[in-house]
């Protein structure tokens, strides 16, 4: 009887060490993982019966709030400018998770940030009071001007301020309502869901920093800074006079736009977007084209922007490949081939001339604040690249100049009165139909504020006037007027 008894009391201690290892083992070294793990139900139920704080633009208005619900989870996600700011705000759904700024600065709109938890001695006492409202760089004003200057047309529009990398205004149509992704109902979001995956035209895609295309003659303003930087040109370097250039390994000629014949000096080249000129600025730098692209953040990391999914990375010719694809770098010099960018990215390109050569780090987070109106938090802007010398930046912005204000100049269409433009425009075949249209630029030229890039899809014709000139260079004058001769500017 006495050993039975030793045997039961030596499982029940064993069972017990067991049961202590596992408890250990979960509170100590999987706690973390297990509370920040999306398929937690009963962590993301406990975000829903709790309020969130605001999401709010850098211009005062509210693009998300929590309001109280009628069932179990007490609290649903509201959007008052729906579809407007959809792409960068993102969702909160019980039923397909959160993305966008809903998901990038969760902690801080729950207040499990630690600067809102010890954000005053009562906090201390209280830690679940505060929720965090997270203020954006991006203004309404801006995504409004954005909007009605795409006028419904298929496309991107990106605002930058060249001093902080703050991004004011980030657009792209089609878009869609987050509002019904947010319901408690999760039989409808699924449909809505659903619906939106089966579009064609993708409303949930945010072109602006996650789709590629080609680029077309925008890249040009690489092209010349990797040849400036390198030494092999110069402003005054003459090019003949060209309808078509020869294409080596091929039986193929590259044309100019339209048929035309150009070439002359560099800067004139710029000006009238000469390709003879580019591509063979291209064939000699051979695989240095690929190598000065790199601190552009092409072929290497993704702009690091605090959004959730994050930027797409660019791409374009790659390093050692050159001498057995020699017309691919005669191409991807006029960012035609192996070139696919973000609007995101040609928007960086334009900012890194803007400012000396360097890049900031893109970004839509302006300040975070208690639910007091504090601010615990402030974003400090960072340069994430510099890529080209001050030199080649102050050769670049003399020659965007004059695409806009030569009358041989491509980016006419940009010109405002009592500002000084600069600009590239770019007009991008494509295989699928009629050409991209881009326009990349900054103003005031003489005091850079703000670096624009805009992209029209399938918005031009090679045959006719509808080039990147015609059809997106309006569209950054319309935003770059309202932004530097709107209300707030006097």
Known sequence: MNRAIRRVGIVVVLLFIALSGQLTYLQLVRANSLNHDPNNVRV????FVRPRGNIVSSDGA?????????????????????????????????????????????????GRDIKLQTHSLSDLLNPQTNTGTVVLTLSKTAQQTAQTALNGRRGSVVVLDVKTGGIVAMYSNPTFDPTPLASHNTTLVQKYFDLLEA?????????????????????????????LDDGIVNPQTPFPELTTLPLPQTTHTLSNFGGERCGGTLAESFTV?????????????????????????????????????????????VAGTFRDNMPVFAESAIGQDAVAVT????????????????????????????????????YTPKVWRRAMTPATATILNQFMQSVVADPHGTGTAARIAGITVAGKTGT??????????????FAPAEAPRYAVAVLVEHGGDKNSESTGGRVAAPVAAQLLTALLKGPANG
Not at 199 to 224: F, W
Not at 289 to 295: I, N, T, V
Not at 350 to 357: C, I, L, T
């Open 273 to 317: 977007s000469c390709n003879t000129t580019f591509a063979r600025i291209g064939l000699t730098l051979g695989d240095r084209l690929a190598e000065g692209a790199l601190p552009f953040g092409i072929n290497g990391d993704a702009p690091p922007l605090d959004l959730s999914p994050g930027a797409a990375s660019s791409v374009g010719p």
């Open 62 to 110: 509210v693009l998300a709030r929590s309001v109280g619900s009628n069932d179990e989870l007490k609290y649903q996600r509201q959007y008052p400018l729906g579809s407007l700011f959809s792409q960068i705000v993102g969702y909160q759904s019980v039923t397909i998770g959160n993305t966008g700024v809903e998901k990038q600065y969760d902690s801080e709109l729950l």
């Open 343 to 378: 609007p995101l990215e040609m928007a960086l390109v334009a900012e890194s001339v803007a400012d000396g050569g360097e890049i900031m780090v893109p970004h839509v987070m302006s300040e975070i604040r208690a639910s007091d109106g504090t601010v615990v938090r402030r």
């Open 44 to 47: 993301v139920t406990a975000d």
């Open 199 to 227: 579009n064609p035209i993708k409303p949930d895609l945010p072109r602006a920093y996650r789709e590629r295309y080609p680029s077309g003659s925008t890249y040009k303003v690489i092209t010349s800074a990797i040849a």
């Open 428 to 441: 991008a075949e494509v295989p699928d139909g009629h050409p991209h249209t881009w326009f990349i630029a």
